[in-house]
């Protein structure tokens, strides 16, 4: 089955900005989703389709996806921003989600 | 803008079965495709399958194949997961999820926690 990996975890200063990596074979072929989920609460979505926003979502969350990585970018980021980010892709007609990536602000 | 409602927390006993409940708002489910995930204590997201409207037997992922199983009321909105046997691996949070309009998930229901102990 296919499988999206991520770093455990990522570590950024407030006001800089932070890279999580998702890694699957042939992922740019795919379209990748990323999702927020702070403690305790549902995911939410933040970027869809490799680079688009929702609704609502900060200009400062942007998204890639080339070869077998997509990446999520974090920019000024905020002590808000605190969570863990998974991105999601499509194998077939199912969902896959990534490991995880936990970020903190420091 | 879809709501999905979850049915309350659940304390079972191993080899009990349990079905617990996602409820939409109108038409939600003729027009959105319905999903469950299971995040198992501390852990992260694992897609348990998938519901589409215009079909009549959800899709699983290999690992929840045979192991639950999804379903769909349209007339009330409503999707169901069901397990016939817990076990107590199946202690977890499990959320709804619904999207359609773009490949990626737009709507999460707040979470059912399953707890199953002896």
């Known amino acids: 089955s296919y499988v999206l990996t991520q770093p455990p975890s990522v570590a950024v200063s407030p006001g800089q900005t932070a890279s999580i990596s998702c890694s699957g074979e042939?992922?740019?072929?795919?379209?990748a989703c990323w999702y927020q989920q702070r403690p305790g609460q549902s995911p939410i979505l933040i970027i869809y389709?490799?680079?688009q926003r929702p609704s609502g979502i900060p200009e400062r969350f942007s998204g890639s996806n080339s070869g077998n990585t997509a990446t999520l970018t974090i920019s000024e980021t905020q002590t808000m921003d605190e969570a863990t980010y998974y991105c999601q892709a499509w194998d077939s007609t199912t969902g896959v989600f990534g490991t995880g990536t936990e970020v903190t602000v420091l | 803008e879809v709501q999905l409602v979850q049915s309350g927390a659940e304390v079972k006993k191993p080899g009990e079965s349990l079905k617990i409940s996602c409820k939409g708002s109108e038409n939600s489910f003729t027009t959105h495709w319905i999903a469950w995930v299971r995040q198992m204590p501390g852990k992260g997201l694992e897609w348990m399958g998938i519901k589409y409207p215009a079909e009549s037997r959800a899709r699983y992922s290999p690992s929840f194949q045979g192991q639950v199983t999804m379903s769909a009321d349209k007339s009330i909105n409503t999707a169901y997961l069901q397990w016939t046997s817990l076990k107590a691996s199946d202690t977890a949070m499990y959320f709804c999820?619904?999207?359609?309009?773009?490949?990626?998930?737009?709507?999460w229901g707040q979470g059912t926690l399953v707890t199953v102990s002896s």
């Open positions: 042939k992922l740019g072929e795919k379209y």
């Open positions: 389709q490799d680079d």
């Open positions: 999820a619904a999207g359609g309009s773009h490949p990626g998930i737009d709507y």
